[in-house]
């Protein structure tokens, strides 16, 4: 059984998710379905699918116009939350330490973070790769956490690219997260990867070791795109 998440980013509609839901109940399938959805769509229902947030403030409440807190998002029905997305990295700023306060929030609310880590292309270039990841997954999980927690490698340069890393590439990446994650005391936590998923190579990335499910941006917007991901594993 995988993980196969969406992140819809901001695109979509209430029409298309509606459509798309009523699409996925139409499947059989045993893997676990979660859409990230805009916030404006956090109230959708479906008994086969779980709804997240792509983003929640660091802070609980307060003056901070634009921003929306993890006790709201959790009001809604959601279940899920990504935290420290590359676009998020990338256009607001996020750092490490901004990604574990959110988490810190998410978790406090009853919301499973999916916390994403991965290297930009400069810093794959100069050989930082493995540094990046490990310290993403050291410095963005909060301490004393016995709840659950879900990890997702995004390698920066890939997304929305159409490119992905070497299988090769990916266990490194996976097995590194799997074996720091078991350091900090957290066996067992999910680890998905995510960057140009699509239906024809999602079957083979998800047979990966350590690899737990995907994290899909495009192929996650259309029927057509995202059941061949969710039916291409059992
Ligand atoms: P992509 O996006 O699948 O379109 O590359 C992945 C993501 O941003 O999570």
Request: charged share 10%; hydrophobic share 20%; no cysteine.
């Given at each position: 059984m995988k993980i196969i998440a969406g992140n819809w980013k901001m695109n979509g509609s209430q029409s298309a998710l509606d459509k798309i839901i009523s699409d996925l109940s139409e499947i059989d399938t045993q893997n676990t379905v979660i859409l990230c959805v805009p916030y404006t769509m956090l109230n959708t229902k479906s008994d086969k699918i779980a709804i997240g947030a792509q983003d929640i403030s660091k802070?609980?409440?307060?003056?901070?116009?634009?921003e929306i807190s993890a006790q709201m998002v959790a009001s809604t029905g959601a279940k899920y939350v990504i935290i420290g997305h590359s676009e998020c990295r990338q256009y607001?700023?996020?750092t490490n330490s901004d990604v574990r306060e959110k988490a810190t929030q998410a978790l406090n609310n009853g919301l499973i973070p999916i916390i994403c880590v991965g290297e930009t292309m400069d810093e794959k270039q100069a050989g930082k790769t493995m540094a990046v990841i490990e310290s993403g997954v050291r410095e963005c999980i909060p301490s004393d956490i016995n709840t659950k927690i879900i990890i997702a490698y995004e390698p920066r340069w890939a997304i929305g690219a159409g490119l992905t890393p070497t299988s090769a590439e990916i266990a490194d990446a996976h097995n590194l997260i799997a074996k720091t994650l078991a350091d900090m005391g957290?066996?067992?936590?999910p680890i998905l990867y995510g960057a140009s998923v699509k239906g024809n190579n999602a079957a083979e990335i998800m047979s990966i070791?350590?690899?737990d499910g995907v994290l899909v941006g495009?192929?996650?917007?259309?029927s057509d795109d995202f059941i061949p991901i969710i039916t291409s594993v059992k």
């Open positions: 802070h609980t409440s307060g003056a901070y116009t634009g607001h700023g996020d957290l066996s067992g936590t070791s350590n690899v495009g192929a996650s917007l259309k």
